[in-house]
């Protein structure tokens, strides 16, 4: 199993950021792939999903300022976030739209974004 997110970091407030996640081809090519974030002390959340067609949508926390996209050629997926906030400061991961249900779900490391106010 690979879910192997980067490209997080430290911006500043109004700053942008763009994540890339590499998935194995079985997970990738079979399943609707999603955002997650999980917040110091909080509880890992969906940020956006996006379908093998391409079809996206995002909670309205960042809608108009994160875009999901996917590159089904390169097993990619990418979550390109603007304007972005201190609140957006998470572990940024990627999986499959499911496993937030599946207890034994492997997450991999994530990547970390922090945002400065």
């Known amino acids: 199993v690979q879910l192997q997110a980067s490209g997080g970091g430290l911006v500043q407030t109004g700053g942008f950021l763009r994540l890339s996640c590499v998935v194995s081809?079985?997970?990738?090519?079979?399943?609707?792939m999603a955002w997650y974030r999980q917040a110091p002390g909080k509880q890992r959340e969906v940020v956006g999903i996006i379908t093998s067609s391409g079809s996206t949508e995002l909670v309205d926390s960042v809608k108009g300022r994160f875009t999901i996209s996917r590159d089904n050629a390169k097993n990619t997926v990418y979550l390109q976030m603007t304007s972005l906030k201190p609140e957006d400061t998470a572990v940024y991961y990627c999986?499959?739209?499911?496993?937030?249900?599946?207890?034994?779900?492997?997450w991999g490391q994530g990547t970390l974004v922090t945002v400065s106010s």
């Open positions: 999986n499959t739209m499911h496993a937030i249900a599946d207890i034994k779900a492997y």
């Open positions: 081809t079985k997970i990738f090519s079979s399943n609707v």
